[in-house]
């Protein structure tokens, strides 16, 4: 029986997103096809993603062309450090122009399960000239497992004035995507390659993904 999700999830149902996903979930993936596994997976998830939200705008060039253009334009990647930065250039690499990026450093305390905010690199409050506008942030991180880093990092944006956040993500567990939404239900959509049911804990079922960021920057048991 199939589970129900929040509105506003996505889990993507792609063969070759199912099949690399599978292949990133082996111990035996190294740094190098870690970091191919999550662009590949990424691009998939963003393409799903951005075809849903975005538009086309059209305007005149000469007789005989016409540009095409993405609405809304404002738009901000914000990758959560570290591991979000794997997911980065994928999702540039669909954007017709470039795009701002704020980074947002968080981690998981391991006694109280809360995230701590360590680094938040948002530009200062939108100002009444358009400075600092972002109309779409789009959250990537390749991991929600409790959902207590995504849903801290949705509270962040929301109070700074962002009227509506995207989340893309390479797995996450079924309690993750019950509780993100719930932090903001209007304004909040996620967009994942997979779904794992999880542990009481709130962690993976073997085999997981681990800490990507380890497993990309070869850091494991520092």
């Known amino acids: 029986m199939a589970t129900s999700h929040p509105d506003g999830v996505h889990i993507s149902s792609h063969p070759c997103l199912r099949a690399k996903l599978s292949q990133l979930r082996s111990s035996s993936t190294n740094a190098a096809d870690t970091k ?3 662009h590949d997976i990424s691009t998939i998830i963003a393409c799903e993603a951005l075809g849903d939200i975005l538009a086309t705008d059209e305007s005149p060039l000469g007789y005989e062309y016409t540009t095409e253009g993405i609405s809304p334009s404002h738009i901000s ?3 959560i450090l570290r591991s979000g930065l794997s997911m980065l250039d994928a999702v540039q690499s669909l954007l017709p122009s470039p795009v701002s990026i704020h980074h947002l450093g968080m ?5 109280t399960l809360s995230a701590v905010e360590y680094y938040n690199n948002l530009p200062p409050q939108r100002t009444d000239d358009g400075a ?10 390749p991991i929600i497992a409790t959902g207590s880093t995504v849903c801290a990092a949705i509270e962040t944006l929301r109070d700074w004035g962002a009227p509506r956040i995207v989340c893309l993500a390479v ?3 079924e309690g993750g995507l019950r509780r993100a939404p719930e932090v903001w239900p209007e304004g909040v959509e996620l967009w994942v390659g997979g779904v794992d049911p999880g542990t009481d804990d709130g962690g993976m079922i073997k085999p997981g993904l681990g800490d990507i960021g380890d497993r990309l920057f070869l850091t494991v048991g520092k």
């Open 107 to 111: 981690y998981r305390d391991k006694s």
């Open 171 to 173: 797995l996450a567990t």
């Open 36 to 38: 191919r596994l999550v």
């Open 132 to 141: 600092g506008r972002m109309d779409v942030a789009i959250i990537v991180d």
């Open 77 to 79: 990647l914000i990758p």
